[in-house]
């Protein structure tokens, strides 16, 4: 076994405790060996003594709750400064605001998007209308183990079916929607319209979505087309970026970028409760000479625009530095940075995982780093942020991942209701006016 390192001078003074602490206690390290291996199935017990390795494996759902947990896991918090404290959450009902759930949107629908409502509406202050295909839902219920939630959500009057017909399908065209006019999403859209829900959410055909908004919403005035906007995590786990267009229009003119500044300097400051965003332009240079046609004739828009903090333009590298609030690019580039980003927690990950060191100094350790790691990989995990923000048209919209699944739907309803709840539709209204 490999000896620990001798310069014990160059390690600070908390660490050469813990070390001495822990070479004393070998029990401990054991513990932490066993806790590592059989995370994934706390509830199994293994009554076996491997005499090699000295490893006592124990019932891990009370051992490594009631030993290893104040033992091993607080004074690491303690050295971190961390904490674990959770508070009680009360939602009063009087506080609860009507979302409109495309049900049949997505490849998991209905039963994903069901069970993400039924979390939702135990976290968030929100009551949903939930359209579909009720056959469907019901029978989906039923194979998900979550009919008995539903009959509970319904009779306390947070969630309430709403009957659709045939629903567009993830691969049709999005003209579909005038053809198929009781489809869930039209419906949804519908409600919104009808002032029945504050605004509505759909992991469904994300092309179809737009169209149905352009034409049952309508386009805020001044607006020529309306974009995808998604949050973006940066160095401040406070203060996410806001990047648009992601994927409504591949093809742009400067005027299209000059509104999507607009449109996301107002969402910024109403709902990410931004004083005075700056504002960013996704370029190959930080010189207002550099970049295309396009960029170029957008960046002396921006200039010029006083209604903005335009702080210049934005290369790849910075956008998640998080010296800019609002970042806007054509839907093609916006696209292909917000399927990159998807990519990155999960290849971090592993990347640590594979550094690691082996044996059991590598398992100490890796106890040490799992808390840390599950809170990168939450920062970087697409899922935690669950949908974007359809700008420019008369209502609030969320567009989910077509393969979200309910902690997507969540993320995705608490950002519908943080647009919601925050006075967004006025303050675009007053955009039009101007």
């Known amino acids: 076994m490999a000896s620990w390192p001798r310069n014990k001078t160059s390690r600070p003074r908390a660490i050469r405790r813990l070390v001495i602490w822990y070479r004393r206690n070998a029990a401990v390290t054991t513990l932490v060996d066993t806790a590592t291996n059989s995370a994934s199935a706390a509830t199994n017990v293994a009554a076996d003594v491997v005499s090699n390795a000295g490893s006592v494996v ?37 506080e609860r605001i009507w979302i409109a759930v495309d049900g049949m949107g997505g490849d998991e629908a209905p039963g994903a998007i069901l069970e993400g409502c039924l979390q939702a509406i135990e976290r968030l ?8 295909e009720k056959d469907k839902v019901l029978k989906s219920a039923v194979e998900s183990g979550l009919n008995l939630e539903l009959e509970e959500a319904q009779k306390s009057g947070y969630l309430e079916l709403v009957g659709s017909g045939t629903s567009v399908e993830m ?37 179809a979505l737009m169209a149905s908004a352009i034409f049952r919403l309508g386009r805020l005035a001044g607006i ?34 000059l509104q999507f500044a607009l449109l996301g300097n107002i969402y910024s400051r109403d709902v990410l409760q931004v004083n005075k965003p700056r504002i960013g ?30 702080a210049g333009n934005c290369e790849g590298r910075d ?24 990519s990155v927690g999960s290849v971090l990950l592993d990347v640590l995982r594979s550094e690691l060191p082996r044996g059991r ?13 599950k809170r990168i990989k939450k920062r970087l995990d697409h899922a935690e942020h669950g949908g974007a923000l359809l700008l420019g048209v008369n209502g609030i919209c969320v567009i989910g991942h077509g393969s979200s699944k309910a902690l997507s739907v969540v993320s995705a309803l608490r950002l519908a209701h943080s647009a919601a709840s925050h006075g967004v539709m006025e303050d675009l209204a007053e955009l039009q006016k101007t």
């Open 58 to 94: 124990t019932n891990a759902s009370s051992m490594a709750g009631n030993m290893l947990q104040p033992l091993v896991f607080d004074p690491l918090r303690r050295l971190q400064g961390a904490t674990n404290s959770s508070e009680l959450n009360v939602i009063k009902d009087s």
């Open 125 to 132: 202050p929100i009551k949903i209308k939930f359209v579909g």
């Open 171 to 207: 691969n049709e065209e999005a003209t579909v929607v005038r053809r198929k006019r009781d489809a869930s999403i039209n419906i949804a859209m519908d409600l919104v319209k009808q002032g029945k829900a504050l605004a509505m959410y759909s992991a469904g055909n994300s092309g």
């Open 224 to 257: 020529d087309r309306p974009a995808i906007g998604a949050l973006f995590p940066t160095k401040d786990p406070g203060q996410p970026v806001l990047v648009l267009d992601v994927g409504a229009n591949m093809d742009c003119k400067p005027t299209y970028l």
């Open 281 to 310: 332009l996704i370029n190959i240079g930080e010189e207002d000479c550099k970049g295309n046609e396009l960029t170029l004739q957008t960046n002396k828009l921006l200039n010029e625009e006083k209604r903005l903090n335009f």
């Open 319 to 342: 956008v998640l530095s998080g010296e800019f609030d609002v970042v806007v690019c054509d839907g093609f580039t916006g696209n292909v940075l917000l399927k990159f980003l998807e």
């Open 361 to 373: 100094r590598g398992k100490v350790g890796s106890a040490f780093l799992r808390s840390n790691l």
